[in-house]
T-cell receptor, first 111, second 115 residues
């Protein structure tokens, strides 16, 4: 199965700055999803973007998808201390909900 | 939004014992649920797909006799770690989608520590 991969793995920013994370994958996909995980907790769904979509917004979040490059980015604008978490991309290749997760990005927002 | 719960949230057991973890969809029916394992500072790895009323589908490298999955109703899937050993210590997370090919809702996870 494919595996999403994010870089950079760790990001430390000041409150109010923007944070950008990237994710790449190896095979064609049905959709790509971004999740947030606070330390030792479950995952919170952020955005799902389908293979025929190029960009999606949700509040302060912006996700792009480039299927020709097999990559996606997550932008968090005007970051807050509460955004401190790990962020994972996950790909659904077959549209059957079997997700392959990337390595994750640790984001620390300094107040 | 849809809610998925897990029980217990943490468990400590002795080596050789079996541990059962429950995953429930609280406000929706889930014909399919998924079980993941996450080691410290690592990503989630899909272990198996739990299918209501039929056998689970295991990912390559996951021992089906070691990790028994039962999906007896549309709102409950259980994962039993049989004869647990210290290397089975991990964070186990389940998820369930509302619709096929759509958003998944994750449980809060169960931290298993095997002594």
């Amino acid at each position: 199965s494919q595996q999403g991969e994010e870089d950079p793995q760790a990001l430390s920013i000041q409150e109010g700055e923007n944070a950008t994370m990237n994710c790449s994958y190896k095979t064609s996909i049905n959709n790509l999803q971004w999740y947030r995980q606070n330390s030792g907790r479950g995952l919170v769904h952020l955005i799902l973007i389908r293979s025929n979509e190029r960009e999606k917004h949700s509040g302060r979040l912006r996700v792009t998808l480039d299927t020709s490059k097999k990559s996606s980015s997550l932008l968090i604008t005007a970051s807050r201390a509460a955004d401190t978490a790990s962020y994972f991309c996950a790909t659904d290749a077959g549209g059957n909900n079997r997700l392959a997760f990337g390595k994750g990005n640790q984001v620390v927002v300094i107040p | 939004g849809a809610v998925v719960s897990q029980h217990p949230s943490w468990v400590i057991c002795k080596s050789g014992t079996s541990v059962k973890i429950e995953c429930r969809s609280l406000d929706f029916q889930a014909t399919t649920m998924f079980w993941y394992r996450q080691f410290p500072k690592q990503s989630l790895m899909l272990m198996a797909t739990s299918n209501e009323g039929s056998k689970a589908t295991y990912e390559q490298g996951v021992e089906k006799d070691k990790f028994l999955i039962n999906h007896a109703s549309l709102t409950l899937s259980t994962l039993t770690v049989t004869s647990a050993h210290p290397e089975d210590s991990s964070f186990y997370i389940c998820s369930a989608p509302l619709l096929v090919g759509d958003t998944q809702y994750f449980g809060p996870g169960t931290r298993l520590t095997v002594l």
